[in-house]
């Protein structure tokens, strides 16, 4: 991703919400209406509107690193754009879904977050001049709409973990990723030269990856199921 995420830990989960985009495949391809102001919805989730502003200041934080690329075109920045609202509705969907599900963030937490995060350390503790400072020269926001921005990531996270706790292997599945692992190992013999003093590790991977896949299907569920009660509206001009 770009690396003022890895540096200041950007408040969207662009990285990790990027994996459940397939489950919200609606969003068509286009710019957002012109005429419309910074604090117009580009889109609503149950209500709770996506402001246009919002969403142009995350494609732009997204955008620095690709247009560093030989090949970034139009079609990139169009792709980007597609991706982040994506982004944005998938977070806006969880951090929702886990307030419903009676799971919280408290103002411990984000205090917790902020005072650890090197962002805001000036090598003897936390700075509460940078803090302001990184806030609104890199994220241009002020402290309140940071902190609301971690909370959703951080309700949005708890939900995710919970979906992945929620979507254990079974026994039967288990059985069936030791079959396949060993259909590899015999089909593959490089492959099975490679793994073999560390089949366990491959098996583990396989089954972090059902999980993965079942995670994500029950995200798309409970998508489906907003979608199909018309709780998301896109304000959006292919």
Do not use: C
């Given at each position: 991703?770009?690396?003022?995420?890895n540096?200041?830990?950007?408040?969207?989960?662009?990285?990790?919400?990027?994996?459940?985009?397939?489950?919200?495949?609606?969003?068509?391809?286009?710019?957002?209406?012109?005429?419309?102001?910074?604090?117009?919805?580009?889109?609503?989730?149950?209500?709770?509107?996506i402001?246009?502003?919002?969403?142009?200041?995350?494609?732009?934080?997204?955008?620095?690193?690709?247009?560093?690329?030989?090949?970034?075109?139009?079609?990139?920045?169009?792709?980007?754009?597609q991706?982040?609202?994506?982004?944005?509705?998938?977070?806006e969907?969880?951090?929702?879904?886990?307030?419903?599900?009676?799971?919280?963030?408290?103002?411990?937490?984000?205090?917790?977050?902020?005072k650890?995060?090197?962002?805001?350390?000036?090598?003897?503790?936390?700075?509460?001049?940078a803090?302001?400072?990184?806030?609104?020269?890199?994220?241009h926001?002020?402290?309140?709409?940071?902190?609301a921005?971690?909370?959703?990531?951080?309700l949005?996270?708890?939900?995710?973990?919970?979906l992945i706790?929620?979507?254990?292997?079974?026994?039967?599945?288990?059985?069936l990723?030791?079959?396949?692992?060993?259909?590899?190992?015999?089909?593959d013999?490089?492959?099975?030269?490679?793994?073999?003093?560390?089949?366990d590790?491959?098996?583990?991977?396989?089954?972090?990856?059902?999980?993965?896949?079942?995670?994500?299907?029950?995200?798309?569920?409970?998508?489906d199921k907003?979608?199909?009660e018309?709780?998301?509206?896109?304000?959006?001009?292919?």
């Amino acid at each position: 991703m770009i690396s003022i995420l890895n540096k200041y830990k950007n408040p969207i989960l662009i990285i990790t919400i990027l994996f459940f985009v397939g489950s919200l495949g609606f969003v068509g391809a286009g710019v957002f209406m012109e005429e419309y102001g910074p604090n117009a919805a580009v889109a609503k989730v149950d209500g709770e509107p996506i402001k246009y502003k919002d969403f142009l200041r995350n494609v732009e934080l997204v955008s620095q690193k690709a247009r560093n690329q030989e090949d970034y075109t139009e079609d990139t920045e169009k792709a980007i754009r597609q991706q982040v609202l994506q982004a944005m509705i998938t977070q806006e969907t969880m951090a929702q879904a886990a307030e419903k599900f009676g799971i919280g963030v408290s103002d411990l937490e984000i205090g917790y977050e902020i005072k650890n995060s090197p962002a805001f350390n000036d090598g003897n503790g936390f700075n509460k001049n940078a803090y302001i400072w990184v806030v609104r020269n890199q994220f241009h926001l002020n402290p309140a709409e940071y902190e609301a921005q971690l909370k959703k990531e951080k309700l949005a996270s708890k939900f995710q973990n919970t979906l992945i706790l929620a979507a254990k292997v079974t026994p039967q599945e288990e059985k069936l990723l030791k079959e396949e692992t060993d259909k590899v190992f015999a089909s593959d013999k490089e492959a099975a030269k490679k793994l073999s003093s560390d089949a366990d590790t491959a098996q583990a991977a396989l089954q972090l990856a059902a999980i993965q896949v079942k995670a994500q299907d029950l995200l798309k569920s409970y998508s489906d199921k907003i979608n199909g009660e018309n709780k998301i509206k896109l304000f959006y001009k292919d």
